[in-house]
């Protein structure tokens, strides 16, 4: 749990803060933004599925733990000395492509220990998750103040910091000869596709899009559109994190009463209606009592859904996680560019509908695989 805790902090103290370097350490336009995070994304997508890969075919979990460091201590040390945007995507760029990796890369060795040792895997899944939420509600404010104190480069050399952190403790904790158990096959270059698993990714897929949308959408809607305080958008983050950080937790005891699906289309019904919610606030009070709803649903979602995903594929956990990593990063980067897109042409307002729609189709989506059930090990042996 605190290798995901500091390798999240890291990435929660760099990763927001990119878009307002390019802007503003580096003097680009706001637009060449889309060059930078145009390529990380595919980047760090492939990266996903090929440590997804190597770690079900027996590849030491240690190994690929200290490529993903190895690059974001380099990205972290070169942004120090970048001065120009040609050389943030020319190097930059595929650096983190490789560190986004290890967080996956924890995910699925949490489950094979856990596995290995008889460990409850959702608790599990639940607890690591807790850790991401708890990193990224520090990261990122950390991060922007020291910026406003010291500027980029101290800020720079501090996550540099977190990352030889990262790195000291995972060379001391994870056993180097530990790795997954499963053999390779013969023929597993032509293993069927795995549908079950993708449609379980794509679930997530809908509910990231909401989430994105909305914090994309947030601080200019609340403050431009309706006329709130300054502090608002900042207040509401705060109070859906607290809320979701509790629902993490209880969203694994929940999901052994009911069922991980059932949990999901919980958190499928409260995210349309938070954001509908959303979208007629006039006063500071219905954003805090929208945002609890919305910490509700994310945290039911963050509980439980890595395991969903997981459980769609047994005996491939690295395969599972890196579907579910990318659907987090895909996710991340459709809303991104579609808040863009919809705002332009109609308002904000209009986002936080569309919002609550990728949510809709994300429950219909649970409604119409009802007869989906997880596979077993045996059936993908």
């Not at 690591?128 to 480069?153: C, E, H, K």
């Not at 949308?213 to 207040?235: C, Q, R």
Request: with cysteine; aromatic share 10%; charged share 10%.
């Amino acid at each position: 749990m605190l290798l995901q805790f500091i390798k999240s902090l890291g990435a929660s103290a760099l990763i927001p803060l990119m878009s307002f370097f390019i802007v503003e350490g580096l003097g680009s336009s706001p637009w060449q933004v889309g060059f930078y995070t145009g390529l990380v994304m595919p980047l760090t997508l492939i990266a996903n599925r090929w440590a997804g890969e190597r770690l079900d075919h027996g590849f030491p979990v240690k190994r690929l733990l200290l490529i993903s460091i190895t690059a974001f201590i380099v990205a972290t040390a070169l942004l120090t000395r970048v001065s120009g945007l040609m050389m943030l995507v020319l190097l930059i760029a595929p650096l983190m492509g490789l560190a986004n990796m290890g967080s996956g890369t924890i995910f699925t060795y949490a489950r094979l220990y856990a596995e290995r040792n008889d460990l409850d895997v959702a608790r599990i899944n639940s607890w690591l998750r807790m850790m991401v939420s708890l990193a990224w509600m520090i990261g990122p404010a950390a991060s922007f103040t020291l910026v406003s104190l010291v500027g980029f480069g101290p800020t720079f050399l501090s996550a540099c910091v977190v990352g030889l952190c990262f790195l000291g403790l995972t060379w001391r904790t994870v056993p180097a000869g530990f790795r997954s158990e499963r053999t390779q096959k013969r023929d597993a270059g032509k293993e069927p596709v795995n549908w079950r698993l993708l449609i379980a990714g794509l679930t997530c897929l809908g509910f990231i899009i909401t989430n994105t949308l909305f914090v994309s959408a947030m601080p200019l809607f609340f403050v431009k559109e309706i006329g709130l305080p300054g502090s608002t958008p900042g207040l509401s983050l705060s109070v859906k994190c607290v809320v979701e950080v509790f629902m993490i937790f209880w969203s694994v005891r929940l999901a052994e009463r009911i069922g991980i699906r059932q949990v999901l289309m919980i958190a499928a019904i409260l995210a349309p209606t938070s954001m509908i919610l959303f979208a007629q606030v006039t006063e500071f009070w219905h954003v805090m009592a929208a945002s609890v709803i919305e910490g509700t649903y994310y945290g039911l979602f963050a509980g439980v859904s890595i395991s969903f995903v997981q459980s769609f594929a047994p005996d491939r956990p690295g395969r599972a996680t890196a579907v579910y990593m990318n659907s987090l990063f895909l996710g991340g980067m459709i809303g991104s560019i579609s808040m863009g897109i919809i705002a332009s042409v109609t308002d904000f307002k209009t986002v936080l509908y569309v919002a609550a729609g990728s949510s809709v189709v994300a429950l219909l989506i649970l409604l119409a695989t009802l007869r989906l059930k997880p596979e077993t090990a045996q059936e993908t042996v």
